[in-house]
């Protein structure tokens, strides 16, 4: 029965096998990524939520509290959550579509796609981590220096 498959496997035109191979490699491609899309899309989504539910909490935070620099943290924590939501959408606009367009295409979209993902997590100690630890340490310094505030 194998030897029959190969057979025919073997007899059938080249332009036929190249289609094969090339159905194949769309689909092995595809199923390699599935994977790492949905951890960027889990990555993406709990980030986003935690902008979504830290912005209102540091803006009342910015009312309430009485030390001027925490207020000024933030609302600068307020900023950097946006600016966190943004940069996170804006590399999602590159996703390719899955088998839209032709092979060669949706190959060269799905590189652009990584690069951009690649260049994100090579950068994150600078746009998402020191940001974020500077304003924190400032927003919890903010009552230092105010006598009888701190017990």
């Given at each position: ?138 927003f919890l310094l903010g009552p230092i220096g105010v006598p009888g505030k701190l017990q």
């Amino acid at each position: 029965m194998e030897e029959e498959l190969i057979k025919i496997w073997q007899s059938s035109p080249n332009q036929e096998i190249l289609k094969f191979e090339k159905s194949r490699l769309m689909i092995d491609v595809q199923s390699s990524l599935d994977h790492f899309h949905k951890k960027v899309k889990y990555r993406d989504l709990s980030e986003q939520m935690g902008g979504v539910i830290g912005i209102p909490v540091f803006a009342y935070y910015a009312y309430s509290i009485p030390f001027i620099i925490s207020k000024v943290a933030s609302v600068l924590v307020i900023l950097w959550g946006i600016q966190v939501i943004i940069r996170l959408r804006n590399a999602k606009k590159n996703k390719p579509g899955a088998f839209t367009e032709t092979y060669m295409e949706y190959l060269y979209k799905t590189r652009e796609y990584l690069k951009i993902q690649k260049h994100m997590m090579d950068n994150v100690l600078y746009w998402y981590i020191l940001p974020a630890w500077a304003i924190l340490s400032m927003f919890l310094l903010g009552p230092i220096g105010v006598p009888g505030k701190l017990q």
